[in-house]
């Protein structure tokens, strides 16, 4: 019987009228009140920690099938950071939900002043497939935490994740409130034909037109998380072999570069560069042994249009001759070894475009600081990453650079600290999200302004005289001062 109604299921068209009768009833939902109450915010989080409690071998093994992910990867990066979400969410949401108390001034005494946060509504949350867990529920506890009615949509190009995840939030998410579409670009462009309240795209920046563009024709807010190049500066003087293996951590150790904040290309001086690259060698022969493509540590590319992507990156022929490591590939197995380039052109395809996969060009300059030019010169990448001793270097990177985030001596790893807000900057996204972050990107901050019926100030009304010019002036102004000389006629117009 179960097999009956998966194959309806999937036979089912979902269409524009599909996606609007899928609106109304979240938007009936959101209307009585439900999602806005504190137990109904509690009882979601509690259900989707259950839910990763429960469920791991099972997000694990969809990951296993989508791209081949290791054991810890999965547990680590798509669950436990999860759960550390929902705990930081669950133990602040009282808090986050208290309306914040606001100065009021002298213009308007007697009264009071509240910024009240409240749910936009129905929002639309489409994720991507690289991290098909966490990319997804992340922005969900957000949405959750601040009231919202939700619908998420994952990524058809990691179908085990997006099966498993629209039978999970059915069994133990609150569907009046919160549901699942699967699908592909049809789907897709249904639910954007809708009005929401908000929609939260994650993606390239290609889609992320799509997706503004029909958020304008509604004057719906979007969230965008992108991506882009995000450097990484090698600066001399550094305790070399922890800088590398942090880098590689989170380039090959993040998905195989197959991220969004994962390091894009190197850049360090000339003199440093054959330093640098003979211990990455000897790091990367150290973590995923003298054939990588056997490596169980190492994620596959996705699939085979991303396999083509990045054959055509490294075929190109400004490129073909600088792999000074790695480069091996098995098309069958969709795998691709790390792959290190040294001194590629900037004007070569693997430099125009996000690689997003197990390719690292190095690009070496005179001075270090020639680097901040190179990385300011192209779009601002979602991640910038320096490695340095250097105190004067730092601030320099920090003052002169323009990413998303910046990290020092270390990569990728400011995703887990949720104090600091997680988004990218134009062409890598507009908003962030994470922790606190994360509930206000999902709520209108409503002001509020309280008064009673005593100091009511005749000089506001007509008729209008030169006496109630000088007075209103200074009442404007805020000043108790001037407030004084007015009423004693020592203040001119």
Known sequence: MGSEEETKKKNEVFDAEAASLFVKELRGTFASGKTKSYGWRVSQLKSLMKMLNEREPDIVDALRQDLDKPELESSIYEVALLKTTIKSALKEL????????????????PSSAEIVPEPFGVVLIISPWNYPFLLSLDPVVGAIAAGNALVLKPSEVA???????????????????????????????????????KICYTGNSRVARIVMAAAAKHLTPVLLELGGKSP????????LKVACRRMIMGKWGCNNGQACISPDHIITTKDYAPKLLESLKNELENFYGKNPLESKDLSRIVNSNHFARLSKLLDDDKVSGKIVHGGERDKNKLRIAPTLLLDVPRDS???????????????TVDKIE??????????????????????KLKQQFVETVSAGGLVINDTAVHLAVHSLPFGGVQESGMGAYHGKFSFDVFSHKKAVLSRGFIGDVPVRYPPYTKGKLRLLKVLISGSLLGIIRALLGWSKA
Request: charged letters at 20%.
């Open 370 to 391: 020639d680097s901040f030019d190179i990385i300011n010169s192209g779009t601002k990448p979602l991640a910038a990453y320096l490695f340095t001793n250097n105190k």
């Open 159 to 197: 179908p085990a994740s997006s099966s498993l995840l629209a039978k999970l939030v059915g069994e133990y998410m609150d569907l009046s409130s919160i549901r699942v579409v699967e699908g592909a670009v049809a789907e897709t462009s249904a639910l954007l034909d809708q009005k929401w309240d």
């Open 349 to 363: 395809l693997i430099m125009s475009e996000e690689i997003f996969g197990p390719l690292l060009p190095i690009l």
């Open 94 to 109: 009282k808090h986050w939900m208290t309306p914040e108390k606001a100065k009021t001034s002298i213009t308007t005494f």
């Open 232 to 239: 990484v500066v090698f600066d001399s003087g550094i305790n």
